[in-house]
């Protein structure tokens, strides 16, 4: 959906009976002449106490006895004596009054401060304590796969909080408190029953059926078909699967893919460098001709000249497979070749020949192995991860290969194996410059993100500068912007996962720096990302390779007990989770935050009480945790329980 069809919803009368409070802004329907006359004073604004009444009006004239003759003259002088006797006693009664009410004002005023004191006073120890009890507590992980110790004390943590408290925690500093407070006080508590947990018995029904065939083999007689895909090394794997289901389609011959040297990426990584040729050639030669390269007549053609050259701008969108048949068949048969460059997401998902679906699901799940160099790396990551070389995890042999077998149980590990979280905060300057939302950082903020996008978003620049996009805060209503980390580990903290939860970050090269971490690390002492826990030898095969380093974060993801997206369309997160349920046996939990939702608790997030918070956050996130088929034309990548991917062994049965 582009951005420019975007429409915002007016707040539903549901919505708007759940606000804490009755709204504290003005009738809107009070024009603004009227407010003006209020505040002038024009109007009859004087509180009642203060207006005039007969008890206590001044005398504007001469009494009734002012002037009166009645009074005898004689005892004018002893009336006046007497009244100015009673008018002296009245002044002196008046004097010891004030007296005592200045020193009742006076006690009450100190007893105000001292109560106020008492409680700034009261909180700023509370404070120290919670401080305290996270600088000292223990990581967890041990040698290299310990978070690095925090060695600055409590004075200087207070010297330099207000440099800091801005960068750390953003608008949520309240929240973020709050947050402290209620894991500090819930470290003996249980957790709840269903946070490691899935709806087990309709999960587990489904079962991987999508490396079963039923069709001959596909002579590629039609032409050569290659692809360059665009993208980071999720969005390519993607493009590689499709490609496929292309070649099959066609009835031609797939090249070994190649992928595009992008400018955000900056990787230099082709197929060979990240997945095994010979397997995926192997695997689906059952189902379509795959070659190296093409032959020598052909590699001496221009294909631009001769218009084999197809790319994302010739292809709408998740094209349906009767353009490919009546579009790119024509060019086969004429020149022999077609070279799809980019190949973004141009394969709709429905309507699609059962079979062909099919193919696409063996693709990802069976043809696409991580070469050894990765495999074995990555191993070595999820031992770490789980503290423990004697208990393999259900996925391992899935995404490690052969090396899964030196995790196997030994008797001398009798230590359970540590359970831990995955979370992927998809908050790189990428994801941030191309959202168009706001994230607190202000004028300089608007301007760096507005660079970036002039430089690697020409079209995304031209497009802001000539429509009306929505607003940042539109946007964020609609649920259209990433998580930040602080607004991730709130959901983390509500949803109950305790402070001694071992987490495992991918994405780590987050926008702000180290900074945006603070949040985190502060609430979740025991949490690592790959480059905490591998050595700078064993990374350094893959430094500035950031295709081959996501494969080792799509590993520890997957394999992790839990995994929680930040969000929906991110390209790992779509592929983790559909692996976790193709693979997992129902067994495998993923939380999917429904963004729009998570946006309207946050907005309230300088008002809101923990336990309502809490609340709403919990129910937000259990309304996605379901088992269900996969939608129509949704991705068979990320919801692969469908008859094309998964068998149903309640209904066949």
Same mark, same amino acid.
């Given at each position: 959906?582009?951005?420019?069809?975007?429409?915002?919803?007016?707040?539903?009368?549901?919505?708007?009976?759940?606000?804490?409070?009755?709204?504290?802004?003005?009738?809107?329907?009070?024009?603004?002449?009227?407010?003006?006359?209020?505040?002038?004073?024009?109007?009859?604004?004087?509180?009642?106490?203060?207006?005039?009444?007969?008890?206590?009006?001044?005398?504007?004239?001469?009494?009734?006895?002012?002037?009166?003759?009645?009074?005898?003259?004689?005892?004018?002088?002893?009336?006046?004596?007497?009244?100015?006797?009673?008018?002296?006693?009245?002044?002196?009664?008046?004097?010891?009054?004030?007296?005592? *009410?200045?020193?009742?004002?006076?006690?009450?005023?100190?007893?105000?401060?001292?109560?106020?004191?008492?409680?700034?006073?009261?909180?700023?120890?509370?404070?120290?304590?919670?401080?305290?009890?996270?600088?000292?507590?223990?990581?967890?992980?041990?040698?290299?796969?310990?978070?690095?110790?925090?060695?600055?004390?409590?004075?200087?943590?207070?010297?330099?909080?207000?440099?800091?408290?801005?960068?750390?925690?953003?608008?949520?500093?309240?929240?973020?408190?709050?947050?402290?407070?209620?894991?500090?006080?819930?470290?003996?508590?249980?957790?709840?029953?269903?946070?490691?947990?899935?709806?087990?018995?309709?999960?587990?029904?489904?079962?991987?059926?999508?490396?079963?065939?039923?069709?001959?083999?596909?002579?590629?007689?039609?032409?050569?078909?290659?692809?360059?895909?665009?993208?980071?090394?999720?969005?390519?794997?993607?493009?590689?699967?499709?490609?496929?289901?292309?070649?099959?389609?066609?009835?031609?011959?797939?090249?070994?893919?190649?992928?595009?040297?992008?400018?955000?990426?900056?990787?230099?990584?082709?197929?060979?460098?990240?997945?095994?040729?010979?397997?995926?050639?192997?695997?689906?030669?059952?189902?379509?001709?795959?070659?190296?390269?093409?032959?020598?007549?052909?590699?001496?053609?221009?294909?631009?000249?001769?218009?084999?050259?197809?790319?994302?701008?010739?292809?709408?969108?998740?094209?349906?497979?009767?353009?490919?048949?009546?579009?790119?068949?024509?060019?086969?048969?004429?020149?022999?070749?077609?070279?799809?460059?980019?190949?973004?997401?141009?394969?709709?998902?429905?309507?699609?020949?059962?079979?062909?679906?099919?193919?696409?699901?063996?693709?990802?799940?069976?043809?696409?192995?991580?070469?050894?160099?990765?495999?074995?790396?990555?191993?070595?990551?999820?031992?770490?991860?789980?503290?423990?070389?004697?208990?393999?995890?259900?996925? !391992?042999?899935?995404?490690?290969?052969?090396?899964?077998?030196?995790?196997?149980?030994?008797?001398?590990?009798?230590?359970?194996?540590?359970?831990?979280?995955?979370?992927?905060?998809?908050?790189?300057?990428?994801?941030?410059?191309?959202?168009?939302?706001?994230?607190?950082?202000?004028?300089?903020?608007?301007?760096?993100?507005?660079?970036?996008?002039?430089?690697?978003?020409?079209?995304?620049?031209?497009?802001?500068?000539?429509?009306?996009?929505?607003?940042?805060?539109?946007?964020?209503?609609?649920?259209?912007?990433?998580?930040?980390?602080?607004?991730?580990?709130?959901?983390?903290?509500?949803?109950?996962?305790?402070?001694?939860?071992?987490?495992?970050?991918?994405?780590?090269?987050?926008?702000?720096?180290?900074?945006?971490?603070?949040?985190?690390?502060?609430?979740?002492?025991?949490?690592?990302?790959?480059?905490?826990?591998?050595?700078?030898?064993?990374?350094?095969?893959?430094?500035?390779?950031?295709?081959?380093?996501?494969?080792?974060?799509?590993?520890?993801?997957?394999?992790? !007990?839990?995994?929680?997206?930040?969000?929906?369309?991110?390209?790992?997160?779509?592929?983790?989770?559909?692996?976790?349920?193709? *693979?997992?046996?129902?067994?495998?939990?993923?939380?999917?935050?429904?963004?729009?939702?998570?946006?309207?608790?946050?907005?309230?997030?300088?008002?809101?009480?923990?336990?309502?918070?809490?609340?709403?956050?919990?129910?937000?996130?259990?309304?996605?945790?379901?088992?269900?088929?996969?939608?129509?034309?949704?991705?068979?990548?990320?919801?692969?329980?469908?008859?094309?991917?998964?068998?149903?062994?309640?209904?066949?049965?």
């Amino acid at each position: 959906m582009s951005l420019n069809a975007i429409q915002v919803k007016p707040v539903s009368e549901e919505e708007e009976e759940e606000e804490d409070g009755p709204s504290a802004q003005p009738d809107p329907n009070t024009s603004f002449p009227s407010l003006l006359h209020y505040r002038s004073g024009s109007g009859s604004t004087t509180p009642r106490s203060r207006q005039s009444s007969p008890g206590n009006s001044p005398r504007l004239g001469p009494t009734r006895f002012a002037n009166s003759d009645t009074c005898d003259p004689q005892y004018t002088p002893l009336f006046w004596g007497f009244d100015k006797e009673l008018k002296m006693q009245r002044r002196a009664k008046r004097k010891v009054g004030r007296a005592w *009410y200045s020193r009742k004002r006076v006690k009450f005023v100190v007893g105000v401060i001292g109560l106020l004191v008492l409680f700034f006073l009261m909180n700023w120890v509370m404070l120290l304590r919670l401080q305290d009890h996270g600088l000292h507590s223990e990581s967890g992980f041990s040698g290299n796969s310990s978070v690095a110790s925090v060695s600055v004390t409590v004075r200087e943590k207070w010297r330099k909080l207000g440099k800091e408290k801005k960068a750390q925690k953003g608008n949520y500093g309240r929240m973020l408190d709050l947050a402290a407070h209620a894991l500090a006080e819930g470290l003996n508590k249980p957790e709840p029953k269903d946070l490691w947990l899935e709806p087990f018995v309709p999960a587990s029904s489904w079962k991987p059926c999508a490396d079963q065939r039923s069709w001959e083999p596909n002579e590629g007689k039609n032409g050569y078909i290659l692809v360059t895909a665009n993208g980071g090394m999720n969005q390519q794997r993607v493009a590689v699967c499709n490609a496929v289901a292309v070649a099959r389609l066609l009835n031609s011959t797939l090249v070994v893919p190649k992928f595009l040297y992008s400018s955000i990426w900056r990787d230099v990584s082709q197929f060979g460098d990240i997945y095994q040729e010979e397997h995926f050639i192997n695997y689906l030669t059952p189902d379509i001709r795959i070659v190296k390269e093409l032959p020598k007549e052909l590699q001496s053609l221009d294909l631009e000249a001769i218009g084999s050259v197809v790319t994302d701008a010739d292809i709408p969108k998740e094209e349906k497979p009767s353009f490919y048949l009546k579009n790119i068949v024509p060019i086969l048969l004429k020149n022999g070749v077609v070279h799809f460059l980019g190949f973004g997401h141009r394969l709709a998902f429905d309507p699609i020949p059962f079979q062909l679906q099919r193919l696409r699901c063996r693709c990802n799940f069976y043809a696409l192995q991580f070469v050894p160099k990765i495999q074995e790396v990555g191993a070595l990551l999820l031992r770490r991860l789980r503290q423990n070389e004697g208990h393999p995890g259900p996925l !391992d042999r899935y995404l490690v290969g052969s090396y899964a077998k030196r995790i196997k149980k030994n008797k001398s590990h009798s230590k359970k194996a540590s359970r831990y979280l995955a979370l992927h905060l998809r908050f790189e300057i990428d994801m941030v410059a191309h959202s168009l939302c706001e994230f607190g950082g202000g004028e300089e903020e608007r301007k760096e993100l507005e660079a970036y996008r002039e430089i690697h978003f020409p079209a995304l620049t031209v497009l802001k500068k000539t429509t009306m996009l929505p607003t940042p805060a539109e946007l964020r209503e609609e649920g259209l912007c990433p998580l930040t980390p602080e607004e991730a580990v709130l959901m983390l903290a509500a949803l109950g996962f305790n402070r001694k939860t071992h987490i495992f970050v991918a994405g780590s090269q987050l926008y702000g720096g180290r900074s945006r971490m603070n949040a985190l690390t502060s609430l979740y002492p025991k949490l690592v990302t790959k480059e905490n826990l591998l050595t700078p030898t064993e990374l350094e095969p893959f430094m500035n390779f950031s295709s081959q380093l996501a494969a080792l974060d799509f590993m520890g993801c997957t394999a992790a !007990d839990a995994f929680s997206m930040t969000d929906s369309g991110s390209q790992l997160s779509s592929l983790v989770s559909g692996y976790r349920i193709y *693979y997992g046996g129902g067994r495998m939990p993923t939380i999917r935050p429904n963004k729009r939702r998570l946006a309207s608790i946050f907005m309230k997030n300088s008002t809101i009480e923990w336990r309502v918070f809490e609340q709403r956050i919990r129910k937000a996130v259990r309304q996605t945790k379901h088992v269900q088929p996969r939608p129509k034309a949704r991705s068979v990548y990320r919801y692969p329980r469908c008859d094309e991917c998964m068998c149903n062994m309640t209904i066949t049965t």
